[in-house]
């Protein structure tokens, strides 16, 4: 098996379940119970509390743990709408689907957003980005890096320009866990992460939450999480989320190297093997454990099906989106033409990634290739 | 350890954290993406819905895995209402925080409710719920069984009265595990069920939603759960509630007379021994796992303290609120007189619980209830 799709979905570090492990069966009490077994649970949480807020340089209470990326997402999106009741939303075209669909329900119930264009490399411009703010502003929200074709944006510059109008300013970082996460470097006032994307648990992500910003719950109940967030602290799968953070973060700059290396490996092999591809994405702003190629004359389902079988595992798009049949709003955000879009995989790798899986890559999937644009030529002359 | 707090949390189980095991690191694909570890990821998922329809007697559609009871909770009420968009909401006030909290911000937004009266065992009366509805009522919910006194409802009819009004119904039975959850002979339209308290994970929980009521999600993005529940499924955690949930409803029979001896044991062992004290919640229509007893002349937090100190572990009140000094709203809604309820004591129990457990309680407790007391003559003569 070589699983090339480390952006949908990572495999458990066997570190990280270990760490999760005494919370399952040990220390298994209710955080809020008043007991020894309860006063375990609750050390432990606000140790966890803490690693997580030295890791993101805040303090420890503008931490919310959440059930993961998408309800960080639309917690920290909905929780600032709701507590302005209206007003104006700047976002991307080019945003994950938690973003856009939350936007999309917002402006159903009355608010008004502006979903910027982006440049043909994903990026969004400040320039642009700067244009769009009202006298009625109330929020921001700009992926940092983009799940299906990897470009980084300039987080530091537009949430100062955002800052610059006071407007807050959130970043969906759910696919930037090697990325530089400081919150008072970056200038965001929230910011969004999860553990299933940096090989730790599903289920589980957090809100940065600058603590003088407002923000309306979006579950109500028994007050945990400083009441931003009911809900009966998940302390073993919180566990491994930080761990998987703590190790993420330390091992960043070394697992940068080695997965720059792997890409331009995939990329110029890729390229040199393959006619008529092209590589979506910004050339260097990208995140270095995303290759995403455009092979004209190809649909992307029946490459996946081919590699599949291979034992190969890559997406067409992001995973959320990839059972869809039309070309990914990414794509077409960064006009990407039909004919190149509709042939687009994304190779996504990580930590379990070797340089042996790419040679085997590159070497099996340039024929199928070559086999399929002939069978589509084939096909299309017996029409 | 003697651990009598079942009621807000649960030891995981160790046949439950096998069935977690494979979907940590070996089928740890995203059940959305389109590859051999995607589609067998979506296999499995499909699997434990079927199994959940089956427990539940309902269709696999009607199952919406949520991240715990809270999110649950406030899916079926959030999302009826604002689906609704205006009008009435009956509930009682012997709730738990997650159905009081969401409805009190529902006020908040405009809606009206209804906090029906209990009795003094903390019962909804079906009289008084037929006569609450109005013309605009578009929702009435009614724990199933009572998280601090273990009190049960009558909630097919409750249930059936909601719908001779074309009301819908939902009930909170996260306590409820080792009751009847036949959703059918029930009649409910919604039910929200947990993980924690029935020895699986936390972090997990669902939403039984009747396949033709409305809902309006809380949380939007790639559109899982059939678009009502936005976010990557959490498929290590889903295995272990399913799991958990059929254990519990297969060996409910046994379990149920089990526990009923340990709580007969319990009752009448304090209530011999212990003077000037008294049951709280239904003498028979209760969990098997429950028993609240109110102490006069004790604070609850002292009693915890000392028999903490003898490694036996039991709440005051709710997990949730149990910091808190003040009485609890259920109690208060029972009319619990104060000096009795600043000392009322929830002891709940379940499958790792011994008759041998029960038997050191009953040596342990009286003696030091008796010191307490004595203490708190002295320092009232004193002062």
Redesign the interface.
């Known amino acids: 098996?070589i699983?090339l799709?480390h952006a949908?979905?990572?495999?458990?570090d066997?570190g990280v379940?270990e760490e999760m492990q005494p919370y399952?069966?040990k220390v298994?009490?209710?955080p809020?119970?008043?007991?020894?077994?309860?006063l375990d649970?609750k050390n432990a949480l606000d140790a966890l509390r803490q690693s997580t807020a030295s890791v993101l340089s805040c303090h420890p209470e503008e931490i919310i743990f959440?059930?993961?990326?998408?309800?960080s997402?639309?917690l920290a999106i909905q929780g600032i709408a709701h507590w302005f009741k209206r007003g104006h939303i700047i976002t991307s075209s080019a945003e994950?689907?938690?973003v856009l669909?939350?936007c999309?329900?917002l402006e159903r119930e009355g608010f008004s957003v502006t979903y910027l264009e982006v440049d043909r490399y994903g990026m969004v411009s400040p320039l642009l980005f700067e244009r769009a703010f009202r006298q009625d502003t109330i929020l921001s929200s700009i992926i940092y890096a983009n799940n299906e074709v990897g470009t980084i944006n300039s987080i530091q510059e537009l949430a100062s320009i955002a800052r610059h109008h006071n407007v807050l300013f959130h970043t969906d970082a759910c696919q930037a866990g090697l990325l530089d996460l400081h919150t008072g470097r970056l200038g965001v006032d929230l910011l969004s992460l999860n553990g299933?994307k940096i090989n730790g648990?599903?289920?589980?992500g957090l809100l940065y939450h600058r603590s003088d910003c407002p923000l309306q719950p979006?579950?109500?109940?028994?007050?945990?999480e400083n009441g931003k967030r009911?809900?009966?602290?998940?302390?073993?799968?919180i566990a491994g989320f930080v761990k998987a953070l703590e190790v993420t973060q330390a091992e960043k700059e070394e697992e940068m190297q080695r997965l720059k290396k792997i890409q331009s490996t995939i990329i110029s092999g890729i390229l040199s093997r393959v006619p008529n591809c092209q590589l979506n994405g910004h050339p260097t702003q990208r995140l270095p454990s995303n290759v995403s190629i455009s092979f004209r004359d190809i649909e992307a389902?029946q490459l996946?099906e081919e590699?599949?079988k291979q034992?190969i595992?890559?997406?067409?798009g992001s995973?959320?989106?990839?059972?869809s049949l039309e070309p990914s709003h990414v794509l077409k955000a960064m006009k990407v033409p039909l004919e190149y879009a509709q042939g687009t995989i994304r190779f996504s790798f990580g930590k379990t990634t070797s340089e042996e899986e790419i040679e085997t890559l590159l070497r099996v999937m340039p024929p199928i290739i070559e086999v399929l644009r002939k069978n589509q030529i084939i096909i299309s002359n017996h029409r």
């Open positions: 098996m699983y799709d949908s979905a990572t495999p458990l066997p379940q399952f069966i298994f009490g209710n809020g119970s008043p007991h020894r077994l309860g649970a959440t059930s993961g990326g998408t309800e997402i639309n994950h689907e938690a669909e939350t999309r329900q299933s648990p599903k289920g589980v979006l579950l109500f109940g028994g007050g945990q009911s809900g009966t602290e998940n302390l073993p799968l389902e996946i590699l599949d034992g595992y890559v997406a067409a995973a959320c989106t990839s059972k």
